[in-house]
């Protein structure tokens, strides 16, 4: 018998790939088909599977005897329910101090790594422009006669006085004031501001 | 606030979801794995702990969202990693390793004995037990998935590989343990 189960050769081999599947009735019908054929005809793959069909039964009888005269405690599904129920869900809870601490945290490392403050920059008129003018990039209107929008800002006194504005308030002073944005034919946008305090309106361009 | 108790309304939920799916499989699989470890040497007593822990396990493994695919596989891994790690531990001896179970079954000769006793007595189950011992370790694996019941496919799915790899180990097992048994 031995002989049979090495050295498979060709039709032998594919046959001995397939008994475990065979055994179990779960090859193809085509490949069951085959097998059968190849078994008719091939006396040595049929001693194998007998051996294999002997061994399988006694491993699966093994298996069932050991079931069948140690059954399962009684209850085991119950305690494994109640065990399940005794595991406590973890309730969500509002973890005040780990969130403060982590932005205290992150303003720390951002205060450290931030880039020195630039030299404060200076208009055309010469001023020292100690805030930078509010940065807006570059949206294309939807439509060219629809290219304008009011916008209330609070806006910086010595950013006002930087760029031209005349206004007496104190240039530390933030001041509401309305902005007229639009883009002209050149595609550059503008703006316009209105302090509340100056009366006065100047165009600047960005 | 209104988050927060629907977060926890939602882990309710699906802790609910992941017990009833536990218990399932727990109904599908407790005998067949029950079965396996009694076929790699545990005790009964030792096998329902295992069972229970294991099963334990996948029910927070799903209450947690874990991976899905081949649960089976999961839980007899899960079961027999917990028997082994079981028997290293010096502080329960419980479980018997299978050579010394044959050797204790040696020595019972009451039949009113245990019923386990009763089947490890036959000589036929002792020697094809013996013979398992012999095989190499990844066909030696194979045997008692087999004795459990599961079929060929489930037992490439336990063990991670292809059913066309488990063809060929099982194969090579029953020619050695049928070269024992003649």
Same mark, same amino acid.
């Given at each position: ?21 065979? $055994?179990?009735?779960?090859? +193809?019908?085509?490949? *069951? ?5 190849? /078994?008719? =005809?091939? #006396?040595?793959? &049929? ?46 809870? $509002?973890?005040?101090?780990? +969130?403060?601490?982590? *932005? ?5 490392? /951002?205060? =450290?790594? #931030?880039?020195? &403050? ?69 595609? &550059? ?18 | ?182």
């Amino acid at each position: 018998m031995s002989e049979a189960w090495d050295l498979p050769e060709g039709e032998c081999a594919r046959a001995h790939g397939m008994l475990a599947q065979f $055994v179990d009735d779960e090859l +193809a019908a085509g490949q *069951a088909t085959w097998l059968r054929g190849h /078994l008719e =005809a091939c #006396a040595e793959c &049929r001693v194998l599977l007998a051996g294999f069909v002997e061994i399988d039964s006694e491993l699966t009888g093994w298996g069932q005897q050991l079931g069948l005269q140690n059954p399962p405690a009684a209850g085991a599904r119950e305690q494994l329910a109640a065990r399940m129920a005794s595991i406590p869900i973890r309730r969500r809870a $509002v973890r005040w101090m780990p +969130a403060v601490a982590a *932005a205290i945290a992150a303003a720390l490392v /951002l205060a =450290a790594i #931030a880039p020195p &403050r630039k030299a404060p920059a200076v208009n055309r008129a010469g001023n020292q422009i100690d805030a930078p003018f509010v940065e807006i990039p570059y949206l294309p209107p939807l439509d060219p006669r629809e290219n304008s929008m009011i916008v209330r800002m609070n806006i910086r006194v010595a950013t006002l006085i930087a760029v031209g504005y005349r206004v007496t308030a104190d240039p530390e002073e933030i001041v509401p004031a309305p902005m007229c944005w639009w883009v002209k034919t050149d595609a &550059r946008m503008r703006c316009a501001c209105f302090p509340a305090s100056s009366g006065m309106e100047q165009e600047t361009s960005l | 606030m209104a988050d927060g108790a629907m977060a926890n309304l939602a882990k309710s939920a699906a802790a609910d979801q992941a017990r009833d799916e536990a218990l399932r499989w727990f109904d599908e699989l407790r005998d067949p794995l029950r079965r396996y470890l009694m076929c790699t040497g545990a005790s009964p007593a030792d096998a329902d702990e295992a069972v229970q822990e294991s099963f334990l396990r996948l029910y927070q493994h799903l209450k947690k969202s874990g991976d899905l695919l081949n649960l089976r596989g999961w839980v007899f891994q899960v079961a027999r990693n917990y028997l082994r790690d079981e028997r290293k531990s010096a502080r329960r001896q419980r479980s018997v390793p299978l050579d010394e179970a044959m050797e204790r079954d040696g020595r019972l000769a009451d039949p009113r004995g245990s019923p386990e006793h009763c089947v490890l007595g036959d000589e036929r189950t002792r020697r094809l037990r013996a013979a398992i011992e012999k095989l190499p370790a990844e066909q030696r694996e194979c045997m008692p998935l087999r004795a459990s019941g599961l079929r060929y496919r489930e037992i490439a799915a336990v063990l991670g590989i292809n059913i066309s790899s488990v063809g060929a180990l099982v194969r090579r097992a029953m020619a050695r343990l049928s070269e024992e048994l003649a």
